[in-house]
Structure formats: C-alpha cells, structure tokens
C-alpha cells in the first residue's frame, strides 16, 4: 500500500480548466448593455456550481437567490422579493463558511446596490432598462470610430478611405495610430474565440499605406464664429469639426507651437513628429485660424471673445504640475514631468550625460520621463513608486520596456524628504518602504514598512504624480471650477454661461488623447446644434460587405519595437508597423460585429453622428 | 456579375447579391423565417442557413453575400440539421395552438414545419404569457412572437414610427413599445403594416366578427355593410377564390348570404367626399389667406393619427372633409333611415375596410354626428370578412353576381380609385376641374399623379388655376413630406397622404400573403375598374346629386357641415 501519490491532473480536470478559459476569454469580451439582473443571476449559478455543499448559506442561500432572481427577471418579483434578496445576500456573506458563498453573496450586493435601478425596473414594469450594444469596438472608442468598417477597408487596401473613415470622427488617425490607449480593444469579441483585435495595429497600417489624404472641403459657410482655447487634441478635433460644418474657427494656443499634450507631453519615440504634423496639417487646411503665443485671460480675456465670437471652446489641458510635497523639495535638481516634456516638445533637450537620475511616479508619464532620461544620456534612471510594479497605472509594455532599456523600477518606496548638499543641490531622495495594506478604490493602499528609510543617491529628481489644471484666470472670469476642474456637463456645456463650452483635459482632469479628441467631437456636434445648425458631415465611403466568419483561433499579431540596445539612446520611432502581410492576416480575424449577430440589426452604422 | 455554385449548380448573379437571391434566381428554394426583403435581412431565425465550403460555420443565406467561386449547398445534412434544430427551438417558445390561431393556414412558421418535416417538438415548450389590453384595435400575442424583428424593423424604417423595439437581452428578448410603457403612450398609427409582416399570429387586429354575427343574428336590427374600394382588389385570397373568381358582384351576393339586409359600396360615399373636399378645396383657394397650406386630404385615419401625435402644428391644414367612412355612416344613419322610416337606433352600421386605424376611426366619439350612438357601428377588416366567409359554409365559387343595394350602393370610377394611392387626388382633381369650369376633363387627365413611386409631386393646370399636388404613401414618406414643407424646401397646394405603402389596396387590414407586396398589383384592379366604370366623375354619381338634392342640399352647407364635418383636433386619440 503506497502512502502518498503524486496528483496527476485527469482528462476531467484538464476539461474543467479549459472550460474555466472558456469563461476567463467570455470576460474579457464581456459585451455592454446586458441585464444586470441576468448577469448577477449567472454569476451566482457558477458560484453556486463551484459550493461544496457543506455550509447551509451557500448551499441553499446561493440557489435561493438565483430562484428569486429568476423571479424577478420573470416579470413576477416584487419588492418583498428584493428585500428578501438583500436580506440572505447579507446573512449569506456573513454567515458562509468560505469565500465561495460569501463572496458570491458580495456579487449580488454590488448588483443591488450599483444596480438597484435596473432591479427596480424589472419589479415595477417588468422590463429591463438596458440595451445591448452591438459593436463592441465602437462603443469602448470615446469617438465612436467606425472600426469594423475601417478595418474591413484595410483588408482590402483601401487605405485611403480607411483614413476617411476614421477622420468622420477622429482628426487625428497618425497620433492614435501610434499612442492611442485603444480601449477599443478591451472588450473585442474576437476576445472569445483567441485575442482582441489589434486595432490600433492596423490603423498604423493604414496611416503608414495611405500617405498624405487631404481633408474633404468645408459645408458652405454659415457666418458664424467659434473661438477655440487651447490648441491640443481635444481643441483641434473641434475646430476641425467646425470648420468642415461651415463655421469659422480661431484656434488661442498659449505655447509656441500647437499639439498640446500630443507635442508637450508625449516623447518622440513614441510619436514623431511627421505624424503629428501630418494631423494638424491636414486639420489647419479646412481653413482653421491659429493664433500661437497667446495666452486667453491674460492677452485677450474670455470676456472679450464671448463678445467676439458666437461661441466658446475651452479645451486648456492640464499643463501644471503637483510638486512632491516633501521636505527638501527647493533643492536644486528637482525637476518636473511637465517640465521636461515641454522643454522636449519645443527642441530644448537637456543633456543628462552621465547623471543619477530618480523619477517619482507610477504612471505614464512617469514612464515617458523614465525612458526620457535615459535617452538624454542619463548614467542610471530609477523610477521610485510608492506602490507594487503591478500596481502601477502606466500600461505594462510601458513598464517593461522601460526596464528592458536599462531603467530601474523600484516600487514600494514612498518619497520622504531630498538631502541636499553644501550647495543646495539634490544628493538623494530618502525614502520609506512600503507595504502593500488593504485594497481601497481597488488597489491595495500603501502602509509604511517596519523597516528603516532608505537612501537613494541621485542629481536629479523628477516628479512625475500628477498634472494641475491651471484654469485661475478663467475663474476669476466666472467660469465654474472644482479643485481647478472647469465644470461641464456630459454636453461639454458651462452652466450659466451661454455660448461657453469647455472639454478634454481641463475639465476631466488628465486623461488620454482619445479622451480628449472625444470631448472635442462632443463640443463641436453641440456648438453646431447651439448655433442654430444640425450641420452634416461628408458621408463616409462605402464599406466592404462582411465575407464569411473566420472564426478558428488564430495568433494575434502583437507590436514590436526596435531592440532596447538599438533603441535605447535615440528619439527615433521605437515601434515597428505590421507587414502587409500580417495586417492582411490581422484584419481577417475580425469577426465584423457590424454585421454579424446584432450589429446585423441594429445600429452597425449611422449617417450622422448619433449617441452611442 | 459574380459566379458562383449552388448545390451543383453553377449560377451567375449580379455583384452585391445576397446567397438567397443567387439561389432564388437558379430556382432553388432556401427557407426563410425572419428575412423581409431590404428591410429586415438580419440573419436572426438561422433558417436560411447554408454551407459554404471551405467554411466552418453554417451562414444565413439572406445576409451573406454571394462571392466569385463559392461553393453553396443548401440541403446537405449539417444544413438539414441545423435547420431543423433551429425551427424546433423557435417553437419550444412558441404558443403552437395552431387550430385555434388566426394565422392557421397562412403562417409562415407552419408551413416551415411541414416543408421540414417536423411532426415533434424535441424541448419543452414555454413561452411568456401575454398580457394585452384586448380591447385596442390591434393585437400583440407574445405567445406567438418568434422574435423574428420584422415588425420592429418595418415599422422603423418603411413607416419611420419605432412603435416596436427590441426589450431586454438574452433569454428573455421580447419585442414590446419603445421607450414607453403602454399603447396609449405610443405613437403608433395603427396602420397594421406590422400585422401584415408578421409570419406568424404575434399581431392581429381586434377580432369583432361575433359582434357583427350577433347584431345579424337580432332580428329588431337592420344590418347593413359598406365595402371599402380597395377591399375588392384581394378579398378572394383569405376567401380561397382567384383574382378571377373574386368579382364585386359576388362579393355582394357573399355578403348577402351572410345575412345582411343591404349591401352598399363605400364608393359611394367616396364620390360624397369628393364633393364636399374637392368644393372645401376651391373655398379654400378662393379664401387663399384664410387657410392654412397645403390642404392635406383626411380619409385615412392612420394618417390623421399621425399628424396628431407628430405634426399637430398641421391639423388645420387637414380637410375637414370626413373620411367616406364615416361619410357613409352619418348619411346611412339620417337619410337612408329616414328613407326606410326607422329609428337609426335600429340600424348596425357595418363596414368592411383594407385597414386596421378604420377600427380606430369609428370608435372617435367626436366623428360621430347622426345622433344614435356610433355613426359606424362596427368594423371589420377584408381578413374578417374571408373569415365570416369561410365560417359561413357558403361555396364561394358557385355563387352568382348580385349588384350592390340602392341608394348606397352605386360608386364611381373615382371613387373605386380611392383604394389606391394617388386615386383621391385623382378623383379629386377631375371634380375640381368640373367645378371650375363647368365642364368635364378627361377622365385620364390627370393620370400623372398615378404610379408607386412613395412620394410624387405634380403641376395640374385646373382650368386657369395651376395646383402644385403632391401624393405620398406609407408613413417614412410623409415624415420626409410634411419636414421638406416645415423646412420651407417644398410647397404644395394639395397633398393626398395614405398611411400604408401603396395605398389602402396594401392597408394593413388586407389578406396577407408573407414576403409579397401586392399593393401595386391591387390598385391597378381598382384601376381598371375605373377605366371600366359607366361613370368616372364623382359628381356625375346619380344618387351623390339625389342625396344633394333631398337632403343636403349643396356641398358645405349647413347640414353637410353638421354631418359630413369633423374636426380632427378635438378627436381623442
């Protein structure tokens, strides 16, 4: 008689782990508009498959609360329904004798509470609120660009209008084809079958196949006037959008040169310059009026532009910096992210030959300034987080390749003061480690170790934790801010201040392009509505009829960049394009969502810009 | 063009053809469920499906795309499987009470299960119980809807309303109103082009036959029907008779043998609309600032239900002119009474039209004027009346011709083109003429503002005068009219608007004949009865000038204001 066995995973097992895989892709193309009640109800059903059976609450209380759900999704529950869920959701969760029915019943308090809407619908009317969005891609892109369509006229080389199509929504197809954080991708429902689509891929392809397309010719002028503050992503896409509608556009940029956050805070490795000239270019030649160098509220004030103009954009961006807040902070050496992306973004290169060089922050633009650094010749660049390296908000190919050129990570160390030297310059940034406590707002806060602080010798240090919207002279015109925030509404539209419209950046706080190309799009559909216009745009191309579903698993073409050693000390792109060969290939696996299933019925493609 | 192979066979079809048009034009039939040519082609019921090899997946015919070099087969046995286990799941949620469904017989889903064979249902059945206000004139059993989107997707975009959507998602998918939570808060027309694409029972009209069948059955009542024009262009096909077979005349004799005691054409009292519209019509141009322009015609209450809910700034521009319809009903209940020396309490007033707002109509408490309850007691769409009919164990076939009764019965040439699109405006412009000028046009004269086309606009010269008209069917079409004149973009003096593409020859009260569009082919019935027709003038009509003569005096006089009058803002809705 043996005594002990290895395990040996079983043909049954190995089966369940797939099926388990099934599920984890099911998730990651999780589509949007579903019934919460539904959803809630499935998820406690797998829940309920995986109890052991033993302890009363899981057991019975998860099947209980699957039948309730049931009920209610029948049309036949009723408030006593509700509150008898509640009620064993919370008894469940605090009763169970493990994480497999307690935690289950945690799912169906987020549900009823995030949710309670929904769940209410269905007991009072029977109905369900929600209506499911049929093409994945287009919903997650903040300006709706028509993916399935674009890619379908890059399969089959027609780069050009694959430009067009974008431009319908995007004036900005280059920089998005190399920086954009394509949450397009997030929810891709090829994600199913193997992996996402690799969108942003191919509209490299295309902006790299098409050349220079010019822009369609404006609508007939309509007389009227729009002034655009801020001459970044979110400006521009208004401006190019008004003027194509028929109204005149100036464009105030305060900086010398206009791209905003694309040119002063995004590193040329990453987006050269012929590609964001090649949007602006495109965007100026509808006609579009550019006043560089001048600052709004102070030069000219909004006050006088409201006379000037018929309507107002205020698109400023978040061009300040947080400073690190901690003793030693005037020390020579101490250095900014916005700062050195700025000096970057106009030609003005510091030279970091040689130098020890500490970056504090975890996210993107902490990484932008870390692989900076290192390019301007720096000696040895650490990045110091407060947090773990998984915890970091930068996207993780940022990180890596960050690490990858030679660059440090060095998380769990939080920033506690600067020791200067004789001279007042920095010598180290003195830290204290952390670790990581319990989760708040969805990540594990930071506590301080029970260790000694630790000492980080360096000449420069360089915050990157937070941009600052620097929006006082506004205010103290009357706009409406909160915590420097311009206030917005979800129409881009200032309370109390007809005719003044405000997005992007400035009013969101520090977030991506697309983010801020979106609220551009939103401004410029509004401001042609307020003016009195519901303007059409030129009609997009005609798109290629969806051929058969390729629906085998099949590899997904993923980026690659140029070696770190090859990469490493220059400013050139860093990111090879697809072969042809593998764009043909890539666009082949999208499963064209606008015509199967119910993009085939609704809403796959719309003349006019609608809501999404 | 593309080529490509289809079971064996090689076929060429033009580039951007669907794999079902391909297999149609070769003469191979693909079943289908929810396809609707061009409106609703949406891959949903996976009945159509097809192998094409090199592909792993099965695709639905009606939505792929015929490709240079494809290989179809469209009976192989994972297509015949498929096929089968598709039907079989559409009705485990489906009420098959088939022998007691107004659709037994004409279903799309029955037939399906006896071209495929399917003697057994292999799931459990279920199926969300109904839950209807049944006393609307128009009928949603959720026991029978397939999911199939028809009637979402044509009611959107033929009639441009979105009375229908898409509720819920996954399992418990239903079709139900859009964005609101009853009929009353629609803005549903009524028009029934939903009942007639469906493919199976989901949508009816409110059933009133037993109504009519009891008020026959009373022997103080004195029952009488009026025969709408258009519904003499298909009542045959829910009857079981030809085109051929199904004459007027024993349509009458039918109706008779049902047990009414007079038989009496709408026609008539379409000539008696032409009368009172075409003379507002000249008042109108002779008061030209006075009125509101263009003058719209007002005999379809779809339409009427239309302009209140979505244009009510248009009510004014609205003849004032009661539909024939109601024409009928308040002269049958005054004068024919009074010709028969009865109380009008005494006399159900029947009427038999190619539509579903009809049902509406009637019910108006504000249309009726006769002053013995409902001028138009009860009415019964053409599919009714083929189901009386049927019921009635008459043969059909062997009847003889009978005449339509006296007075009420005689209608002309102009009044018979009231079924179809374009003829109100026809019959309109020929009295008009006459009216100006003393004398008669050609009865053809004004033929231009005849054809399908979904919104035509003419130049007609009425003697001196020269009338800007413009003719548009089905509800998308006068959307897109009454905006371009709102924008200020078109201009008009007269508009005839009917709510159902085509006409009511296509009304949504007609016998249904699933994934063909016969409205045109019916109106050129209604056509060449006109042509045919003894007299085309609608104030040559005999009887119209008696009625004049002994009672009405003269078109918008006093009494005719009192009867013949309405105003559709104060109707309910």
Known sequence: MSRLQIIRADKMQQTMDLLYQDLAHRNAAAPEGNCPVEQTAALVGICLSQSCGKCVPCRVGLDQMVKLMNKILDGQGSMQDLDVLERTAHAVMDSADCAIGADAARSVLTSLDGAKQDFLAHVTTGKCLCEFKPVPCRRACPAHVDIPGYIALVKDGRYADSIRLIRKDNPFPSACALICEHPCENRCRRSIVDDAINIRGIKRVAVDAAGHVPAPACNAPTGKKVAIVGGGPSGLTAAYFLQLMGHAVTVYEQREQLGGMLRYGIPRYRLPEKYLKEDIDVILSTGVQVQTGVSIGKEITLE???????????????????????????????????????????????????????????????????????RLGAHTVKCVYRRRQVDMTAQVEEVEGAIAEGCDIVPLMAPVRVEKDADGNVAALIVQPQIPGEYVRGRPAPVNANRPEERIPCDLIIGAIGQVIDSADFAAEGVPTKRAAILADQFCKIEDMDGVFAGGDCASGPLTAIRAIEAGKTAAGNIDEYLGFHSELPPPPEIPKASHQARKAMGRINMVERTPSDRSDDFDIMEIGMTEEEAHQECSRCLRCDHYGYGGFRGSREERWTRW | MVRLTIDGKAVSVQNGSTILQAARSAGIKIPTLCYLKDVNEIGACRVCVVEVEGNENLCSACNTQAEEGMVVYTNSPKVRSARRINVELILSNHNTNCTSCVRNGNCTLQSLCRDLNITDIPFEVSYRKKNWDVTLPLIRDTEKCVKCMRCISFCEKVQGLGVWDVVGTGPRVRVSFRNVKSFADTNCALCGQCITHCPVGALHERDDTVRVMDAIADPNQIVIAQVAPAVRSAWGVDAGLSQHEATVGRMVTALKGLGFDYVFDTDFAADLTIMEEGSELLERLTHKDEYRWPMFTSCCPGWVRFVKHEFPDFLPNLSSAKSPQQMFGAVAKTYFAKQLGVDPSRITCVSIMPCVAKKYEADVPQVSDAGAGADVDIVLTTREMARMLRSSGIFLDELGETMFDEPLGLGTGAGVIFGTTGGVMEAALRSAHYLVTGENPHPDAFSAVRGMEGWKERTVQVGDVSLKVAVASGLGNARKLLSAIKAGTVQYDFVEIMACPGGCAGGGGQPITDGVELAAERGEVLRKLDSSAMIRFSHENPFVQKLYEEYLEKPLSHRSHELLHTDQSKWDI
């Open chain 1, 304 to 374: 006088q532009l409201r006379r000037d103009f018929d309507a107002v954009y205020l698109a400023i961006g978040a061009h300040s910096f947080q400073s690190l807040g901690i003793d030693g902070q005037d020390a020579k050496g101490i250095l900014s992210a916005v700062e050195l992306l700025r000096a970057m973004g106009d030609g003005n290169a510091p030279d970091f030959t040689g130098k020890d060089i500490v970056v504090v922050g975890g996210g993107n633009v902490a990484m932008d300034v870390t692989r900076t650094a290192k």
